[in-house]
T-cell receptor
């Protein structure tokens, strides 16, 4: 159980375009979803915390107008990278947590973004 | 501030035992996680400690000392497939946010 999917797994886009990444919890309701970014040979950096039906909470240094997060349902959160630039190229990973006493976050397979 | 330290790289021999240490200083503590991450893949959950002591799960064990801000992951009977990065992460705050250490790259040799 506790499967999280992400789509797409790979995306290549031109500089200035917007890219939407979907994160779905397949067999549980994720009251909270998290979005991370990971650059090569570095660890995961938390970008934002998203709760269903409310605005996302962004970490310091993450531009909320650039990285739009929507958590419309208990099984779906989306991250839109607006006006992407080459420095936004990274591995974007989401995770879901079912809430209550459930502490564990389950990670999606990640989305590799390359901005040309 | 938040700080999590773990060694950058370790090497070990197939069949041996290896211990990966993690020390942390965080404002708040809800628990400590260990994740395994193979190159180009997302992390997979290994263990979770919230109370002091040792948690054993097959070939993997994890230990926590909250007073010392210290944890370790113990891998027994190492296999080649255990070559990966091992991430120590601390959960804190009302939403149980995770802050990750930089990860320890483990190389298992024949």
């Amino acid at each position: 159980g506790a499967v999280v999917s992400q789509h797409p797994s790979w995306v290549i886009c031109k500089s200035g375009t917007s890219v939407k990444i979907e994160c779905r919890s397949l067999d549980f309701q994720a009251t909270t979803m998290f979005w991370y970014r990971q650059f090569p040979k570095q660890s995961l950096m938390l970008m934002a915390t998203s709760n269903e039906g409310s605005k996302a909470t962004y970490e310091q240094g993450v531009e909320k107008d650039k990285f739009l997060i929507n958590h419309a349902s208990l099984t779906l959160s989306t991250l839109t990278v607006t006006s992407a630039h080459p420095e936004d190229s990274s591995f974007y990973i989401c995770s879901g947590r079912s809430g209550g006493s459930q502490e564990t976050q389950y990670f999606g397979p990640g989305t590799r973004l390359l901005v040309l | 501030g938040q700080n999590i330290d773990q060694p950058t790289e370790m090497t070990a021999t197939e069949g041996a035992i290896v211990q990966i240490n993690c020390t942390y200083q965080t404002s708040g503590f809800n628990g400590l996680f260990w994740y395994q991450q193979h190159a180009g893949e997302a992390p997979t959950f290994l263990s979770y400690n919230v109370l002091d002591g040792l948690e054993e799960k097959g070939r993997f064990s994890s230990f926590l000392s909250r007073s010392k801000g210290y944890s370790y992951l113990l891998l027994k009977e190492l296999q080649m497939k255990d070559s990966a990065s091992y991430l120590c992460a601390v959960s804190f705050g009302g939403y149980n946010k995770l802050i990750f250490g930089a990860g320890t790259r483990l190389a298992v040799h024949p």
